[in-house]
Nanobody, 127 residues
């Protein structure tokens, strides 16, 4: 089992920034990649970004490319999501997730490709 705990959400004005953290514990060696998703009220869970634990791969949804940056600290087993130039449409509950198998391309957008999930952290962007 892998346990994931998100933090760093909150209320911010449009144009502002937040940094989310996701601390992993347990059998973290079983995961090969971490992802961030978000879910707004009444909408499906949406892929945001992904990073592999080894190597240099980072991948983003078009809606956040150039504004959000995913990074990791392997020693701390923590993944971050730096969110800049936030927009009201970024308002959602943000979840981190761990995958134990590799994926490629749009296949990585599917929440079913991820095996473990955190409880989520609320991000609210006011206009």
């Amino acid at each position: 089992q892998v346990q994931l705990v998100e933090s760093g959400g909150g209320l911010v004005q449009a144009g502002g920034s937040l940094r989310l953290s996701c601390a992993a514990s347990g059998r973290t060696f079983s995961s090969v990649a971490m992802g961030w998703f978000r879910q707004a009220p009444g909408k499906e869970r949406e892929y945001v970004a992904r990073i592999v634990w080894s190597g240099v791969g980072t991948y983003y949804a078009d809606s956040v490319k150039g504004r959000f940056t995913i990074s990791r600290d392997n020693a701390k087993k923590t993944v971050y999501l730096q969110m800049n130039s936030l927009k009201p449409e970024d308002t959602a509950v943000y979840y981190c997730a761990a995958a134990v198998t590799y994926c490629s391309g749009y296949g990585c957008y599917d929440p079913l490709k991820y095996d473990y999930w955190g409880q989520g952290t609320q991000v609210t962007v006011s206009s």
